[in-house]
């Protein structure tokens, strides 16, 4: 295996076989293909009580409701004697035109789709030597309970969140956006999970030609199990060769049929309680939902308040070892002696302590989201007691660079997307370092290697940095002037509003 993935000629091949599972449907295979599994179940009915009319009732345990499996198909095939009297041949129809009480009947011939239904949550009828099987949806509805957003939080919208099954994020989607223009297609990723994936747009608004991009991208992912959001995203996107996030992740279903409404394409995942929404540019990752639920003014001023404090987290700790080191003539007087004196018995430069806070800080950022909430807060407090007082009073840094890197690490934390935050702090070291080998030269070089950077970045066909391209507003308008959908969206319909 290459460094970026690409098999080497050494590597083993990846066949796909197909059909996945060769044979004929039977019961007996069936056992076969779920051999040594204790969820698995057999069971022999007589229809109508009629002892020499039997079939084969196979279902996984916890994948069905046993109520609906003994109320919806036993009770009727045990207890319709009409049924029992008719010969193999019209009692299968009679099954399958709706004798029995399933939502829904499918008529399955291929141990493959056969197999696929028993995970899913159906169950099986087949009689003795037919190669064929009725499917009945009786599958269970466990699942996490609706609850508000964690990471987004709602304060004046609604407080719904995305859970891990699909159809019930599907239908908060429909609840929300009741437009029968909505679309909603499937693909099934990964050769193990065979996790559904939901594809979404509104008719006559997304580009056509995005849409048609997205399933293509999807259909060719070849992996086997797709169980957390880098298995999918990391297929999606059109570089892997940056920090910054081309995908807008969201957990708030809102916030999701906003995107759609302005003509984005949308997915979902089983097993995800979250929603893509493609294409993504700079702009989605700086805005919340709630700016629109705001006034504008004042939405238009945390919208300001947030792209200063991305200068601030990128740019300050790099400026201050800058003047620091290079320009100590650039920096007031008082404030340079201040400095000096607070610096004179630390006994490492100012890029090494810069540094070595810098990382202390992440350090400490990451055993808090990873430790108990209860222990993360002792965390946080034991980490400010040492990397704080304890650090200066013994001199290993100096004020000036703690109170430089708590700005710029509070300033982050402002970023309404953490994949954002992410990649701002690791351009952070990198213009840190910058600074402290070529002083503000060193700072220009890397503000104008990160603007060529993200200037060349695209999603789906859209340039990262189109909002200004475009000449559309940072800040939000008032909404009855907000009349078009964004240009790079390149939607079939750009007015939303009278």
Known sequence: MSLFGNPAPTDPPHPRKEPRLPGPLTSERLAEVFAGCVDFNRRSVAVGGNQALRCELIFLAGMVRMERVSDYVLRPLAQDKALGELGESIAWEKMRAGALY???????????????????????????????????????????????????????????????????????????????????????????????????WIDGIADPNTVKEVEARIQNIDIDALLATGNLEEY??????????????????????????????????????????LPGVVGDFLRTPQDRADNWMLASALTVIRWVCLLVTLFFPAVYVAMVNFHPEAIPTRLALSIMAARRDVPFSALFETLMLLVAFEILQEAGLRLPQSMG??????????????????????????????????????MPSQDLAGALRLWRFLLTLLAGLAGLLGVVAGAGWLIGHVAGLESFGAAWLDPFADGEPVLRQPLPADKLRPAHLNPQNRRKQK
């Open 102 to 200: 399933g939502l829904s009947v499918t008529e399955r011939d291929t141990l493959d789709d056969a197999v696929s239904d028993l995970i899913d949550g159906n169950c099986l009828l087949l009689f003795p030597g037919k190669e064929r099987a009725l499917s009945f949806n009786v599958g269970t509805e466990e699942k996490r309970g609706i609850a508000g957003p964690e990471n987004e939080v709602s304060v004046k919208g609604p407080r719904d969140s995305f859970v891990e099954n699909l159809r019930t994020n599907t239908s908060l989607t429909r609840r929300h956006l009741k437009c029968p223009e909505l679309r909603i297609t499937e693909q099934i990723v990964g050769r193990q999970s065979l996790t559904p994936v939901d594809i979404l």
């Open 236 to 277: 999606l996107i059109d570089d892997l060769d940056t920090p910054f996030p081309l995908a807008l992740t969201t957990e708030r279903p809102d916030r999701f049929c906003y995107g759609l409404c302005q003509g984005k394409v949308g997915i979902l995942a089983e097993g995800l309680p979250l929603g893509w929404l």
């Open 377 to 414: 807060q002792t965390v946080s407090i034991l980490g400010g007691l040492v990397v704080g007082s304890a650090a200066v009073e013994a001199k290993l840094i100096s004020p000036a660079v703690l109170v430089v890197v708590a700005v710029a690490g509070v300033a982050g934390y402002t």
